[in-house]
């Protein structure tokens, strides 16, 4: 199925707040109450899920758990992608333990730096290795996703290290555009583009 | 101007782009250089440089300084704007020291935690202040931007606290869909949602 990146974006938001009703016990949920916590509109949310092959739906709303099931089978959170962060400051930290990416089937294997003073320390169960080891991972074929969390003035000569050893697809969280081989593509995380979308109508 | 998303998004890397070319002394770029470095379309990077109010345009190509100057204005990178960091773990941490955000137009005032062993350090040149001083803050009508950087299992009872005290905007990064009133806007940074929008046809 081909679903528009907007949507993709809002499925997972409901399945934010369907894992939250989850914790809280609550067994349905109405579009009325996903609509009113992302003050959308009540329309959106059905057309959404009327996207999925759910079937969970009763007189007095949608049966959570089998929603969130319905999400997950959508989205492919089953079909686990593994990743290897690349840059053990505070970002690549922040993103290590950034807790639910497991829920939506990326797998990081392990933390990358140069730095000896954090080599062998340990982020969220995932262990900082050797930069030099990187490859040897790739090759291993045990990851061609690297999130790429090193400063911009690295990222260029990173990213070339990466694509050699192998890695072909690099989530790009460094605000620089990387030039790559037509064969590897980049994704990047634009958070000065995404301030700027928000923020151009206040 | 109303431009979209996906074309404010596309206007910044063109942006990081040009910063690039004018740190390497360079002062013509074509829309094809730009393209191959994004590995999109030339015509569609044309469609997008002829929304802007430029006409640095000569025969070998775009003016790089002035083409610059032409996307900050449409984007309006000159109308700064003020925001407040609440959370100075690795997240908070790596935005502080992101580096580029004031040339985007955003101002980052201060950094905000109840941790006393981190308020008083300074980041990137900000200080962490404690948390219970926010409010003033607001008050003294600094900020009504905060960019909410707490890890997911308080980011609903931060979130509380900063609209009372007058927050009225809230840019996101916890995983967790918060609930506000209506007139308080957030921004979710929904990092899974990007991250499956990219793999999806992986």
């Known amino acids: 199925m081909n679903i528009s990146?907007?949507?993709i974006n809002r499925l997972t938001l409901y399945h934010c707040i369907l894992t939250d009703f989850i914790e809280k016990n609550i067994?349905?949920?109405?579009?009325?109450?996903?609509?009113g916590l992302l003050h959308m509109d009540d329309s959106q949310v059905r057309k959404d899920l009327n996207l999925l092959n759910n079937s969970g739906k009763s007189r007095i709303g949608y049966i959570v758990k089998e929603l969130k099931i319905s999400i997950e089978k959508t989205l492919g959170f089953k079909k686990t992608k593994?990743?290897?962060?690349?840059?053990?400051?505070?970002?690549?930290t922040a993103i290590a333990n950034y807790g639910n990416f497991t829920d939506y089937g990326l797998q990081i294997l392990a933390i990358f730096?140069?730095?000896?003073?954090?080599?062998?320390k340990v982020i969220n169960g995932i262990k900082i290795q050797?930069?030099?080891?990187?490859k040897q991972s790739v090759k291993k074929g045990e990851a061609d996703i690297a999130i790429l969390t090193v400063p911009a003035k690295f990222a260029q000569s990173t990213a070339d290290y990466l694509i050699e050893s192998g890695i072909k697809y690099i989530w790009n969280f460094a605000p620089k555009v990387l030039s790559v081989p037509d064969d590897v593509q980049v994704w990047n995380e634009n958070l000065m583009g995404n301030f700027l979308q928000f923020t151009c109508n206040i």
Chains 1, 2 share one sequence.
């Open 5 to 7: 990146d907007k949507v």
């Open 27 to 35: 067994e349905y949920i109405s579009s009325k109450q996903i609509a």
């Open 82 to 92: 593994k990743a290897l962060i690349v840059g053990a400051g505070n970002l690549g």
């Open 113 to 120: 730096d140069n730095d000896k003073e954090k080599i062998g």
């Open 130 to 134: 050797n930069i030099e080891t990187l």
